[in-house]
């Protein structure tokens, strides 16, 4: 695809209606309207609101974009759109408006990997950035550890064995009311606190480079149960304790596989990586071993379209890694 084409990306998989943007590698528009003030009051993102909520939302989204952008719909040359991992109703939307649009201007259309599009999302403001490296792939549903030899070549060379670093986050902060999404409420209220008060378990598996947060869950809400008043426990030590045994077991495990890799490029990706704790402890990293390091801003780091747009733009669009199997484009023809 050249490069200094205009491509519009769209991004419905979960509860975010984006919008990008994209004149070759400037970033024209990135809009990320979010139904947070929908799901609030569940305490969690209900599927079939969501998919609603996309379906409301999107057409005035996409002439706002359009007119944020400067641009009518026939100065757009191609256009792209996650087809999977996610939500099946969300996509679904976001799938069928951006099929509908390439058809009605007769422009190619790109479906790609929502996780290629996390993997990818760097390259919005480092367009430079090239394998090999390794990238810690930290969101609401997935905590992988990606070798990327060349791009479209990936080993995963760990994940999850139960709940992902975002939804430890969130199902800890839904028990304690802290707030949705649980990442940024936890990292707000730990701002204050004392991230070694409570001793917390960095939990292991079997395999040296997998992932379990279940057990830490367990361990902090056991500790509630049982705290002590005289202890004299503020929340806020409870948030920077708990998000540091997060952000410590990533790094435990991401450590070694940069020395096992031996590779000199580390970057990083998913909404948990907007966590500034996590960052600080990646640039950490990165500083103490000589790595260049790759990270998307926080904005970049969420779910939004400008990274289904560069994934498209650089071919990045599949994922081999096969964790999950929906995809819309081998359904809806
Ligand atoms: N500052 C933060 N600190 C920690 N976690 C955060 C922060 N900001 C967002 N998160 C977490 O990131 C997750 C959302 O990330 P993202 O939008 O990439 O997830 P998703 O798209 O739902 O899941 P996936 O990408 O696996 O399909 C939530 O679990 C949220 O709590
Ligand atoms: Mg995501």
Same mark, same amino acid.
């Given at each position: 695809?050249?490069?200094d084409k205009v491509?519009?990306?769209f991004?419905?998989?979960c509860?975010e209606?984006?919008?990008?943007?994209?004149?070759g590698?400037?970033l024209?528009?990135?809009?990320? @309207?979010?139904q947070?003030d929908?799901?609030?009051?569940?305490?969690?993102?209900?599927p079939?609101?969501a998919?609603r909520?996309?379906a409301e939302?999107?057409?005035?989204?996409?002439h706002?974009?359009?007119?944020?952008?400067?641009?009518q719909?026939?100065d757009?040359?191609?256009?792209? +759109?996650?087809?999977?991992?996610g939500?099946?109703?969300?996509?679904?939307?976001?799938?069928n408006?951006a099929?509908?649009?390439?058809?009605s201007?007769d422009?190619?259309l790109y479906?790609v990997?929502?996780?290629?599009g996390?993997?990818?999302?760097?390259l919005i403001?480092?367009?430079n950035?090239?394998?090999?490296?390794l990238t810690?792939l930290v969101?609401g549903?997935?905590?992988?550890?990606?070798?990327?030899?060349?791009?479209g070549d990936?080993?995963l060379?760990g994940t999850t064995?139960?709940?992902a670093?975002g939804e430890?986050?969130?199902?800890?902060?839904r028990?304690c009311?802290?707030?949705?999404p649980?990442?940024p409420a936890i990292?707000?209220?730990a701002?204050?606190?004392n991230? @070694?008060?409570?001793n917390l378990?960095?939990?292991?598996?079997?395999?040296?480079?997998n992932?379990?947060?279940?057990?830490?869950?367990t361990?902090? +809400?056991?500790f509630?149960?049982?705290i002590d008043p005289?202890?004299?426990i503020?929340?806020?030590?409870f948030?920077a304790s708990?998000q540091?045994a997060?952000?410590?077991?990533l790094m435990?495990?991401?450590?070694k596989?940069v020395?096992?890799?031996g590779?000199?490029?580390i @970057?990083?990706?998913?909404?948990?990586?907007a966590?500034s704790?996590?960052r600080?402890k990646?640039?950490?990293l990165?500083?103490d071993n000589?790595?260049?390091?790759?990270?998307?801003?926080p904005?970049l780091?969420?779910?939004?379209?400008?990274?289904?747009?560069?994934?498209?733009q650089?071919?990045l669009?599949t994922?081999?890694?096969k964790e999950?199997?929906?995809?819309l @484009?081998?359904i809806?023809k």
């Open positions: 695809m050249s490069k491509i519009l990306g991004e419905t998989s509860d209606t984006a919008i990008a943007i994209m004149r590698e400037e024209l528009v990135n809009t990320i @309207s979010s947070v929908i799901h609030e009051k569940f305490g969690g993102v209900v079939e609101v998919s909520a996309h939302m999107i057409r005035n989204i996409f706002s974009s359009l007119n944020s952008a400067n641009l719909i026939s757009i040359d191609s256009v792209a +759109t996650t087809d999977g991992p939500l099946v109703g969300s996509l679904v939307v976001g799938y408006f099929k509908s649009i390439a058809w201007i422009k190619p479906t990997d929502h996780m290629v996390h993997l990818a999302a760097p403001e480092n367009p950035m090239e394998p090999p490296f810690l969101s549903g997935h905590t992988q550890i990606v070798l990327v030899e060349k791009w990936y080993k060379m064995i139960d709940d670093a430890a986050f969130d199902k800890l902060s028990f009311g802290f707030g949705f649980g990442g990292q707000r209220i701002e204050s606190g991230p @070694s008060k409570i378990p960095r939990p292991k598996t079997k395999h040296e480079y992932y379990s947060f279940s057990g830490l869950k361990a902090a +809400t056991n509630l149960k049982n005289d202890d004299k503020t929340r806020a030590d948030a708990y540091e997060i952000v410590d077991s435990i495990n991401f450590t596989a020395k096992e890799t590779v000199k490029n @970057s990083g990706g998913g909404g948990v990586m966590n704790r996590l600080e990646m640039n950490i990165a500083n000589n790595l260049e390091i790759f990270l998307p801003s904005r780091s969420t779910d939004n379209a400008a990274m289904i747009c560069v994934a498209a650089n071919d669009i994922n081999d890694l999950n199997d929906v995809r @484009s081998s809806i």
